[in-house]
Structure formats: C-alpha cells, structure tokens
Nanobody, 119 residues
Framework: QVQLVESGGGLVQAGGSLRLSCAAS????????MGWFRQAPGKERELVAA????????DYVDSVKGRFTISRVNAQNTVYLQMNSLKPEDTAVYYC????????????WGQGTQVTVSS
C-alpha cells in the first residue's frame, strides 16, 4: 500500500510559479509510474503530467506544455511538479497519483493540494 502526501500549493498571481511535491511511503517508489492530476470546480479531473518509473519518459496535457515540468527523485521517494507562467485557468486541486507501470489506471492517490492563480 502506497501513501502519497502532496504539498506546495497556495495562492499565486498570474505569471508566477509554484512547485508541488509529493512524498511517497509504504512501497518501493521506483516500481510506480507517477502522475499529477487536477480538478477544477465543475470540471472533470484531468491528467496534467505523467512520468515513468525512472524518469526517462514524461507526458503533458497540451494546455501545460512548455510551462509545467514533472520530475522525480527515486532516492527521496518524491515526485515534483514545477509550474511556471501560471494562469487563472490552472486554478484547481492538484492530486498526486501512482500506478504500477503495467496498469492503465492510477490506483493510489494523495489528498490533494489547492492551487489558486489570481488574475
């Protein structure tokens, strides 16, 4: 059983930056592909960024390409989401999630951290 705890959310002005962190425990971190999801009020949850087990491959939703960067440090059991040039439409609760690489769906989730971008 993997436990995930996000941190780093907050209030920032448009154009600013935030770095989200997700600390994992209870499992062998390098076995899991990791993802950052977000959900805004009244909208469906979407996968923002994903990274493979050892960080060799990453993917992003089109709306954040060139602005967000996902990374991981397996020795520290941590995955990060660096968010630059933030826009009001990035406002959402951001969730960290994990899945064994052979699975399609993410089956471990953090509690979420709020990111609010003011205009």
């Amino acid at each position: 059983q993997v436990q995930l705890v996000e941190s780093g959310g907050g209030l920032v002005q448009a154009g600013g930056s935030l770095r989200l962190s997700c600390a994992a425990s209870g499992g062998t971190f390098s076995l899991y592909a990791m993802g950052w999801f977000r959900q805004a009020p009244g909208k469906e949850r979407e996968l923002v960024a994903a990274i493979s087990r050892f960080g060799g491959k990453s993917d992003y939703v089109d709306s954040v390409k060139g602005r967000f960067t996902i990374s991981r440090v397996n020795a520290q059991n941590t995955v990060y989401l660096q968010m630059n040039s933030l826009k009001p439409e990035d406002t959402a609760v951001y969730y960290c999630a994990a899945r064994l690489e052979w699975r399609i769906d993410y089956n471990y989730w953090g509690q979420g951290t709020q990111v609010t971008v003011s205009s």
